[in-house]
């Protein structure tokens, strides 16, 4: 629920000034930098007043004003309201960037801040027609929150098992967003419940629906252009982003120093290693090439190939099966 803006303290922005550089900018991925600075530059310099920001059921739908979807999630009551918000987002986003990539945790954020504010104005539509009360429908919400509770879903579903602390009680990572969810509602009146439970609905969608593959499929003429990062080190061009999701580079985190493929299930840590959109058929490739690639050992480098024959960089599918079946042909 939007508050009005208290502009006689900023006492919030200097906490998150000091939470930022207690992680270390250096420590931040860019993606979420990004955000994180866009929501504080929309604070401090809004692009629109909170009143004309905020998303309803009235506002949105009734007067067609679409573009409030946009607007909503970007901008924030007051400073606490920007500082909690932006805390919860650097950790998370630290975590997710690094395990999704730079390039499909923005577009990740997108969906998610488009969405979350589509399903709360379901969610207020169908309370109206329920309740036959006008309120649900002029409720006027704003703020990251949603989004935040959509990519918490995200967190515990790639790291499933462990504990959240919720106001100092641990909480199964399963349950802590439904718990969250509660909590905030109780202990901090003028919240949003619905835009909170819009989040957690739109991440359910990701992890347990369809969302994922139809992201997936939507990104899918993304892979075939190129794409570009200088990374923090500057030493990454000219890389196509299915190389970029298949490596599982994140842009950050010290140099670059090639591109290795790695088998769909391969993991360099121990966290889910993810596709990032790619289609079976690319997946497919890439387990070849890797099976063709493996040389075992260092000690036999010097050896011919164990196939047969070397791989060359524009080689698809097809053509290295085919090679492979004819691999021993004279």
Request: charged share 10%; hydrophobic share 40%.
């Amino acid at each position: 629920m939007m508050r009005n803006r208290q502009r006689s303290s900023q006492l919030g922005l200097l906490l998150l000034a000091s939470q930022v550089f207690q992680v270390g900018l250096d420590n931040i991925p860019p993606v979420t930098l990004a955000v994180l600075a866009l929501n504080v530059y929309l604070y401090l310099f809004p692009a629109a007043p909170l009143l004309q920001a905020c998303v309803s059921v009235q506002q949105a739908y009734w007067y067609k004003e679409w573009h409030r979807l946009l607007l909503s999630p970007l901008h924030h009551a007051d400073d606490f309201h920007l500082y909690f918000n932006m805390v919860s987002f650097i950790w998370k986003g630290i975590r997710l960037e690094r395990q999704l990539g730079g390039a499909w945790f923005l577009y990740l954020l997108s969906v998610f801040s488009l969405l979350t504010g589509l399903v709360y104005l379901v969610l207020e539509a169908v309370l109206t027609e329920l309740t036959q009360d006008m309120s649900y429908s002029m409720s006027c919400a704003v703020g990251f929150s949603g989004v935040l509770f959509a990519l918490k879903v995200l967190s515990n579903y790639y790291h499933p098992g462990g504990v959240t602390y919720v106001m100092g009680f641990p909480v199964s990572n399963r349950y802590a967003s439904w718990v969250e969810l509660v909590l905030i509602h109780i202990t901090t009146p003028g919240t949003s419940f619905v835009g909170h439970l819009a989040g957690i609905l739109v991440g359910l969608l990701y992890t347990a629906g369809p969302l994922k593959t139809i992201m997936k499929k939507c990104a899918g003429f993304v892979t075939s252009n190129g794409y570009s990062s200088s990374g923090s080190s500057g030493t990454v061009s000219n890389l196509t982003l299915k190389q970029i999701l298949l490596t599982g580079y994140s842009g950050t985190g010290g140099d670059y120093s090639g591109y290795h493929q790695y088998p769909p299930g391969y993991t360099t840590n121990h966290s889910a290693s993810y596709t990032g959109g790619l289609t079976e058929e690319e997946q497919l490739e890439t387990a070849i090439r890797n099976s063709l690639n493996d040389r075992g050992p260092s000690s036999h480098r010097g050896a011919p190939p164990p196939y047969g024959f070397h791989l060359s960089g524009d080689m698809g599918a097809d053509e290295i099966r085919w090679r492979r079946l004819r691999r021993f042909d004279s």
